[in-house]
């Protein structure tokens, strides 16, 4: 279980079902910003697997021509 799986659950489980239930401005409040923040997570982590994937990729080439 990720920070982002928690993200996307809290959508999922709680903003959806209760957006039927409380009024727009009730679910500003209790979910202020939580839209952005999942999508600057979101971004942040793909930044972030990307760059290790290169890493990783690069260390690995370089242990391939240490050992030939």
Known sequence: LTY?????DISKF???PLSKILS???MKTI???LQKITEIHESF???VKKES???FESRKI???HFFN
Do not use: A, C, V
């Open 31 to 33: 979910f202020i910003n």
């Open 45 to 47: 982590y793909q930044d």
């Open 24 to 26: 727009r401005q009730d």
């Open 53 to 55: 994937e290169k890493q």
């Open 14 to 16: 709680w903003i959806e």
């Open 62 to 64: 370089s242990g391939n």
């Open 4 to 8: 982002l799986t928690l993200l996307r």
